[in-house]
């Protein structure tokens, strides 16, 4: 639920960063109004190496140690115009490459009894999620949120969320969001320049890739009303994607099929006019509001730059885009955090200077930020095949190495139940049930654990309600950004066979648990489309469960999240009115 995320920090005392990670929408509560993507496309990836990232050489390891990596040779510094995102790439793939470990083989009668007895379950779900935020360490600054699927309603409770974010779940979420910061402004104070305020705002920001023009034209209307001479100069630079259309995959084609000139000089020409003045732009009189401005401007110069690299790359080797992608999430999370970074300094100072007496600035709080993806970004890639086999790296891999403990990944696992999800590309979405998950992978080992057997055993329904126990562990915090909405039960229960309730979760940083749940199993990865019938093929790969994360939640049976404006095919597979209008999908990747 929104009390996971949104209370993981005193947010008296820090910045709350809240990402959209398939971003449509961008929401800004300097002036409390919530912005649509016509007025603000979202933050979205960066030029990887035009932002400081990861040094192999001197990042500090993940816990618990990371197999041995294959170069630690040092990043090259930035030059002052981006260079070529494939020599960027190349770079990544040598970052993303580990061994596939080795290991005796899983022992599950002692994995389900390790599970059972260091479970974390509560008798309701406020309860539980509480037990949970205790198992983070209060010195967390990023939490990462996973999920399995895009589409399934408990795991976007529990995280905000971003395939069809259309829906009722997002809904609810954001008016929580708006309410909070309402509710942080001073009295007598002028919102829309109070710095104090302003830092004890949860932001709100997208990280993605996909919205090329719509990023563009954003830069530009605010370049119009600011700089109209810098408004010229990239308007002009823009203009090269004129000749390939509005559709951003023509442009892909275009270049990488049939070799035609691409865009990456300009747009990298573009980024880089942005960023000489974006301090600037920082200073304009309006304070937060201007701060906000700017890193709007500069964040979508960025999707459009990282845009163009990852539809000119769409067409060769998927590791080429995914890495693409995770390492501008990645330089994203960074240039947000130092946004908030600066908004902390300028509420310091503010603070000094109002306190009677006030001498310098006491130092200012770190930033903290919740990171919300599916469990394919967000668990370390070192420890699933995809790193071991096809040398892709991901978001939650990069923090680890740049954070280290400061990082606390949390990832998602169910047994069955429904999934919002399509049969094919450019279908619509439908309300689909998830079969079983099958022996030998960690959703069956977890469903065993609720039932009380062995995983190779069959499937069965839900546990029942009642009693529950286990606890959490890490270090207490205070939760100011609590969910002034949410229900009493579901979150306990006992489970049949003296197993563990329908929902619990694991901190996987215990090292007898850790060890027992060692693998590599199978795990499932449900994205926008859901094949049931190719299942074991379209979505399980082999990981090392708790190696990917530190904080596991199982749902054993969840349910489909519900659009606002459910489509045709949704509504009669559900019985609901169908309604019409939803908004198009922009992305034309999976997860």
């Excluded at 009390?3 to 990670?21: D, I, K, M, Q, R």
Aim: hydrophobic fraction near 35%.
């Amino acid at each position: 639920m929104p009390t996971l995320t949104g209370a993981t920090y005193p947010l008296s005392a820090s910045v709350c960063s809240l990402f959209l990670h398939r971003g449509l929408l961008s929401f800004k509560f300097c002036d409390f109004e919530i912005q649509t993507a016509q007025q603000m496309t979202p933050v979205s990836v960066s030029q990887p190496a035009a932002q400081p990232s990861f040094n192999p050489a001197t990042s500090k390891p993940p816990p618990p140690p990371p197999p041995p990596p294959a170069s630690s040779a040092p990043a090259a510094p930035s030059p002052p115009l981006p260079p070529s995102h494939q020599a960027t790439m190349q770079t990544s793939r040598r970052r993303g490459r580990s061994a596939a470990p080795a290991g005796p083989p899983l022992d599950e009668p002692a994995a389900l009894d390790s599970i059972r007895r260091h479970a974390i379950t509560a008798v309701n779900r406020p309860e539980l999620n509480r037990r949970i935020l205790d198992a983070i360490p209060a010195t967390a600054r990023f939490v990462l949120i996973g999920e399995a699927s895009h589409g399934t309603k408990e795991f976007y409770d529990r995280r905000f969320p971003r395939w069809m974010w259309h829906n009722r779940s997002v809904e609810k979420f954001v008016e929580w969001l708006r309410n909070h910061n309402l509710n942080v402004v001073r009295p007598g104070a002028d919102s829309s320049k109070d710095v104090i305020a302003a830092a004890r705002r949860c932001g709100f920001y997208g990280m993605d890739v996909y919205s090329l023009h719509s990023s563009a034209d954003a830069v530009l209307g605010y370049l119009r009303q600011t700089d109209p001479q810098a408004a010229r100069v990239v308007e002009a630079r823009y203009r090269c994607f004129d000749r390939y259309g509005a559709d951003a995959q023509s442009y892909g084609l275009a270049t990488s099929i049939f070799h035609k000139a691409s865009c990456e000089e300009s747009v990298n020409r573009a980024l880089y006019d942005i960023r000489r003045r974006v301090e600037s732009y920082r200073a304009a009189p309006d304070g937060p509001a201007s701060q906000e401005d700017a890193l709007a401007v500069e964040a979508n110069a960025m999707v459009v730059s990282g845009a163009e690299a990852y539809y000119r790359n769409m067409f060769t080797r998927d590791e080429i885009t995914w890495n693409l992608r995770d390492t501008h999430f990645f330089n994203t999370t960074q240039l947000v955090e130092k946004h908030l970074a600066r908004l902390q300094q300028a509420a310091a100072a503010e603070a000094a200077a109002e306190a009677d007496g006030g001498t310098a600035a006491a130092t200012p709080p770190q930033p903290k930020m919740v990171l919300w993806a599916h469990n394919s970004h967000l668990g370390d890639a070192r420890y699933t095949d995809a790193g071991w086999r096809r040398s892709q790296l991901n978001i939650g891999q990069l923090v680890r190495q740049e954070y280290g403990d400061q990082a606390v990944s949390i990832g998602f696992t169910t047994h069955t139940g429904r999934v919002t999800a399509a049969d094919e590309w450019g279908e619509a979405a439908r309300h689909m049930k998830v079969r079983p998950s099958l022996p030998g992978s960690y959703e069956h080992l977890m469903h065993a654990a609720v039932f009380g057997s062995s995983s190779s055993g069959g499937g069965g329904g839900g546990g029942g309600r009642g009693g529950g126990g286990g606890g959490g562990g890490g270090g207490r915090k205070e939760h100011q950004c609590q969910d002034q909405h949410q229900e009493g039960g579901g979150g306990g229960g006992g489970g049949m066979g003296g197993g563990l309730p329908p929902v619990f979760a694991l901190n996987l940083r215990n090292e007898e648990l850790a060890e027992r749940l060692q693998g590599p199993l199978l795990e499932r990865a449900i994205g926008v489309i859901y094949r049931p019938d190719t299942e074991l093929q379209s979505h399980y790969f082999e990981a090392v469960l708790p190696r990917q994360f530190n904080i596991l939640i199982h749902e054993d049976a969840t349910r489909a999240v519900v659009p606002i404006e459910p489509g045709d095919e949704w509504a009669l597979d559900t019985g609901l009115e169908v309604t019409h209008g939803d908004m198009p999908e922009l992305w034309p990747s999976g997860v």
